[in-house]
């Protein structure tokens, strides 16, 4: 089990680790296969291949931009996957949908998001996908995804395009949260910490247990985080 579903699991259910492998296919963002890659056609095709030239041609003749694989995924989901910019511009420039959501409810700024992958994110954003979608079977959003996998660079692109700071997942968890409970308290962890705190995001909003940043951070022995937390006001 990847590191970062095993952490969830043992903060969501204490440790009960039977539960985890029900949380890993909630968490995995799913590209498309080279097996599908090879069934496809079209502008799925062109998509994948990166081929802006192509896009504009099939569009031409009539092609929908806003076609379906069998994951619901559409030609802008597998240009964003396969960090295709030229053919992510060709596709929403042809109408395509930015802010579509594919079977597992992600959207092409949740995906860039969690690939770490700021150049894409900046193309999706500026092809009209929004910072703040709600995404993912979670109710989650790009920024609480990217704080928990520790993407500072991630989340300060995010803040800056206009990311609820304060959005609370089905979990009962906001961005700040994440970054300590699904963290490891090391650097990422606390300069995404610290970069969400400087946007102004709340120290003080309760998990559903009413434990406070600063009581998660400190059962974890995140000390940083303790001293970030009571810097901005967290209690």
Known sequence: MPDRLRRCAEAVFGGGLLIAGALTL????????PAEQSRYTGLLAAA????AAEIQRLVAGGASPDDRDDHQRTP????TFARRHEA????????????ALERDRYDIVTIAAVAGDVPTLEVALA?????????????????IAAAHLGHGDVVRTLIRAG?????VNNLGWT???ESIVLGDGGPRHTETLRALLDAGANPNLADRSGQTPVALARARGYEPMVRLLQQAGGR
Do not use: C, E, K, W
């Open 26 to 33: 909630a968490f995995a963002q799913t590209p498309p296969s």
């Open 48 to 51: 994948a291949r990166g081929d």
């Open 76 to 79: 802008l989901h597998v240009a």
């Open 88 to 99: 992510m511009r060709a596709l929403a420039a042809a109408g395509g949908d930015p802010n």
């Open 127 to 143: 092809v009209g996908a929004s910072a703040r979608n709600v995404t993912s079977r979670y109710d989650g959003t790009a920024l």
């Open 163 to 167: 990311a609820p700071l304060d959005h």
């Open 175 to 177: 961005a700040v949260i």
